[in-house]
């Protein structure tokens, strides 16, 4: 059996008798029992890359296997070991949770008993169990995700494929999903998730890849990509703008590169995190400018993003995830 | 994380399988019409208002139709061919709106039958429409339908509407899958549904209709279907003295319906999901 869990080869797919590029090309390698993320924007491609791994859609060129088996040749055999949940928990409304589990497990024919015992045993787990005869109707955004993803594991895939799992979901409900993702991880699966959040990113995957415009532009891990920035965030905090422009005469050249000034706060690029604060600390104190506060911090994937593409992740707005990340902010 | 139970697969042929699976989606379907309001007054209370409304107000003079028993007796065959082929409407709604709630890329992505998305919504149609034959047969005895052609006669039309509208259906499938909503999908039904039922045999006699339309309106499909129905229910009598090749035809007319919607639809299935 291949090293590899999953593994796409130059997939590319076109819509509309190719004036639309969804992929232009697209490899990866998802290693077994881990967490791979492809992390992009709205539009550059990540549910496509989704959909054909999951055999919903046919690549228009290139090839992808699922546990060595052709998403193309042998789609009956992929179906057999992935699971599938997503953005748009897609769970039946007029159903109750257990009878939505019960049909899924029917239709990934497993047996009758199995089938009963297994969605009980999903429902106790995701905190469903008080709705388990309710209409999904009722359910909150949080619980139908909980009940799309249950559903996901009715046969207890060794590969699940999250599609934006927490797109659009309230803080609460998506540190429970990060928990239930780290918790399924730990016992063996792997999951390859797509997302816009680059935090939920850098909480899960060990590896990712960041697609933009249906093309890879930078792949690794979290780790690696945040070090292609090469250094730490010196971030100091003054009492006033006057304060910042004098703070900032004082400890320039404690970094190499140039200083980000932002109002009253004044970021630098450094090389040595705890040297650089020490020494800009022991400057201010000696020109008695007071600090309203400091902060050393990793470059964000947000950092990583800007500086690969040249625009922000929220550049495109018009997605379903906009209040979504409104409400977060 | 608890422990995960090994997970146990049953063992079944593949048509097994498919049967099973059809059988799901069906039953799913049929949750789904009881536990929505709207579906349900759509498929039951509609022909009972369609009942009322022909027997009562358009059929108590405006309508001329001289049999033995009155115009009841000919209205209640047709009402119930009328009515099996509106529930053609619901095949479109319900994949319109599987489709758009993205439950049908879950079905893509389970190892289940191909075809048991489509042939288990048309089955579960079927099952609607025999609620409805039934609900109509009742309603219409209790407005003075009294039928003169025998009690295995009744059941054989019944049957024949019932294939004839599941033949049917499945080209309303393929207006579900091609709509790009289930608003639009209903909106895609009408201008097919309105000539086929209204422009026939099913409330007036097609001799009352202006010429231009005769023609059609005598040989499409439903006006052979409805005549077939309403001889086996009613009997012979002064308008339709004997079956003629009407049980033939409107049979022939399913099995060649289906024969080119089916593929039409599985294809466009295909296609879409």
Redesign the interface.
């Given at each position: 059996m291949s090293e590899f869990a999953v593994e796409a080869r130059d997939v590319v797919r076109t819509f509309n008798d190719g004036d639309v590029q969804a992929l232009r090309g697209v490899s990866l390698r998802v290693p077994r029992g881990e967490v791979f993320g492809l992390l992009g924007p709205n539009g550059s491609g990540k549910t496509t890359m989704v959909r054909i791994l999951s055999t919903i859609l046919a690549p228009t060129s290139g090839s992808a296997t699922v546990e060595g088996f052709d998403v193309v040749k042998q789609p009956d055999e992929v179906r057999r070991r992935i699971g599938l949940a997503g953005q748009y928990a897609t769970v039946d409304e007029n159903l109750t949770g257990f009878e939505n589990l019960r049909m899924i497990g029917s239709l990934n024919h497993l047996d009758k008993t199995f089938v009963l015992g297994r969605a009980k045993g999903l429902l106790e787990e995701f905190g469903l169990s008080d709705a388990a005869n309710r209409n999904v109707k009722t359910y909150s955004g949080g619980m139908r995700r909980r009940l799309d993803l249950g559903a996901a594991l009715m046969a207890n895939p060794p590969i699940l494929f999250l599609d934006e799992p927490t797109t659009g979901l309230d803080p609460q409900s998506r540190q429970d999903l990060w928990t239930i993702i780290e918790g399924l991880v730990e016992g063996g699966t792997t999951v390859l998730l797509t997302t816009q959040y680059l935090e939920e990113a850098d909480r899960l995957c060990k590896q990712l890849v960041v697609l933009d415009k249906g093309s890879i532009i930078a792949e690794g891990t979290s780790q690696e990509l945040k070090t292609q920035l090469g250094a730490t965030v010196l971030s100091l905090s003054f009492h006033s703008t006057a304060d910042a422009a004098r703070g900032v005469e004082l400890i320039r050249d404690v970094s190499a590169k140039p200083a980000n000034v932002e109002g009253t706060v004044v970021e630098l690029t450094v090389e040595g995190g705890p040297a650089a604060a020490a020494e800009a600390l022991r400057r201010l104190d000696a020109a008695k400018v007071n600090l309203a506060g400091l902060t050393l911090r990793e470059p964000s994937l947000d950092d990583v993003f800007l500086s690969l593409t040249g625009h922000k992740t929220d550049d495109e707005s018009a997605g379903p995830d906009t209040t979504a990340r409104k409400a977060r902010a | 994380?608890?422990?995960?139970?090994?997970?146990?697969?049953?063992s079944?042929s593949a048509l097994r399988?498919a049967m099973?699976?059809v059988l799901?989606?069906a039953r799913?379907n049929m949750?789904?019409i009881i536990?929505?309001p709207t579906a349900l007054v759509f498929s039951v209370l509609q022909p009972i208002m369609f009942v009322l409304l022909f027997r009562y107000i358009f059929g108590a003079g405006a309508i001329k139709v001289d049999v033995p028993g009155g115009y009841v007796n000919y209205l209640i065959p047709g009402i119930i061919v009328q009515t099996t082929i509106f529930g053609a409407v619901g095949t479109a709604i319900g994949l319109a709106e599987d489709l758009q709630?993205?439950?049908i890329?879950?079905?893509?992505?389970?190892?289940?039958a191909r075809m048991?998305v489509l042939a288990g919504r048309t089955v579960s149609d079927l099952g609607r429409n025999v609620l409805v034959l039934v609900i109509i047969t009742l309603v219409g005895f209790a407005v003075g339908f009294r039928p003169h052609g025998g009690f295995v006669n009744y059941v054989f039309a019944c049957l024949i509407t019932l294939l004839f509208a599941y033949c049917l259906s499945w080209g309303f499938a393929y207006i579900g899958l091609a709509a790009p909503n289930s608003e639009a999908a209903q909106a895609m039904t009408f201008p097919l549904i309105f000539p086929l039922t209204f422009a026939s045999g099913i409330f007036v006699q097609v001799s009352s209709m202006p010429g231009w339309l005769q023609g059609f309106a005598t040989y499409q499909p439903v006006s052979e279907v409805t005549k077939a129905v309403r001889y086996l229910m009613d009997g012979p009598n002064v308008l339709i003295p004997n079956a003629g090749n009407s049980i033939w035809v409107a049979i022939l007319w399913s099995v060649g319906l289906i024969a080119l919607l089916g593929p039409l639809a599985t294809a466009k299935y295909k296609k879409v999901?």
């Open positions: - | 994380m608890s422990t995960t139970p090994d997970v146990v697969h049953a079944k399988w099973s699976d799901t989606i799913r949750l789904a536990r929505i709630r993205g439950l890329e879950r079905f893509r992505a389970l190892p289940m048991a999901a």
